[in-house]
């Protein structure tokens, strides 16, 4: 039988023998304390935090006399979570940001890799986008998908800036690499045809209106939801659902893995995060981690888009929520809101980009 030396020391021919390994690329397995590559339960290695959007349209109209589109691809702030050391995301992957787009100003036709989606905040008649040769005009409470490497840019004829909330996976295409990005080679895309009838457009009063069909007896634990898209939905990576929180009700106390970005599309409430407590209006942003113990009520009655990575997370055979394990399962079953299915009329514009156009 070996005669192994003690677990807790070392001997210097070991010690010896772990320099060779570490200097040939290996990291011996048995000696890697301080960096374990699994544990017990989720880390929350981003914050739990609040952005308000008084607060960013007011910096928004300051940037809006210094910050002409030409200059900025986007005219945006990104909500950078305050976690010490991040650089960027908002959660783990994902990336919100406030833009606005003055009267008469258009934000050049670029595509990318990353899926993308916007809610409008405010817009008055006037303010569009174009997505592969499609004119969408964005009216308050519309969610517009841009599915990657679709060419998308942003127009504005009406007479009052408009603002909006764009969600994209950014920070999950650069953990995987697949990076791609480019810009039009002429500058702005012009539609060659306009509609709402589109999947890549939920409008608010569609919306709305299946939210107060649905029966109250169904309720997850923040109120009526309804699911924006099916499972072919362009922008599989992001789950979009539409809370409706009834007045004076509260939220049920869950947690889930999947990392989740409240927009405020109507009404005020208050999270609880983790023990923290985050009052929130119209317009707000409200980050909540994954596996973050929450909870949402609204005295007045709200309606609130999450915007989350948890169709990443069932793909993947990931995702768990407290509602599984306190049913004794704990694996990716949990309930599933009702589904809005995507308008039927439009498909994708096909239009033949500017490389065969020439
Ligand atoms: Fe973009």
Known sequence: MTEYANQTQFSAELENLHTEIV????????????????????????????????????????????????????RNLILQNPVPGNRYPTLRTQVIAYQMIMP???????????????????????TYTVVDGLKVPMRTGDVVLTPGWTWHGHGHDGAEPAYWIDFLDIPLVQLLDPMFFEPYPDGFQEPVAESRDTPLLFPYARVSD??????????????????????????????????????????QTFRTTANYEYCVVEGAGTSWVNGTRFDWNRGDVIAVPGWSEQSHHSESGATLLAVSDEPVQRFCGYFRSSVDIERGDGRHLGDRPA????????ALVSHPGPDSSR
């Open 23 to 74: 200097g040939r690329s290996y990291i011996p397995g048995w000696n890697r304390a301080g960096n374990p590559p699994m544990w017990a339960t989720p880390r929350l290695s981003f914050e739990a935090a609040l952005w308000r959007y008084v607060e960013a349209k007011q910096l928004l109209t300051q940037a809006g006399e210094l910050v002409s589109p030409e200059l900025a691809e986007r």
């Open 104 to 126: 008469g100003e258009r934000a050049r036709t670029h595509r990318h890799a990353p899926h993308a989606g916007r809610l409008i905040l405010d817009s008055d008649p006037g």
């Open 210 to 251: 299946a939210l107060d069909e649905l029966d109250p007896a169904r309720s997850g634990p923040l109120g009526r939801a309804i699911q924006l898209g099916d499972e072919h939905s362009p922008i599989p990576t992001t789950g979009l659902v539409m809370h409706r929180l009834d007045r004076h009700t509260a939220g």
């Open 339 to 346: 589904v809005l299915p995507p308008a039927g009329g439009g």
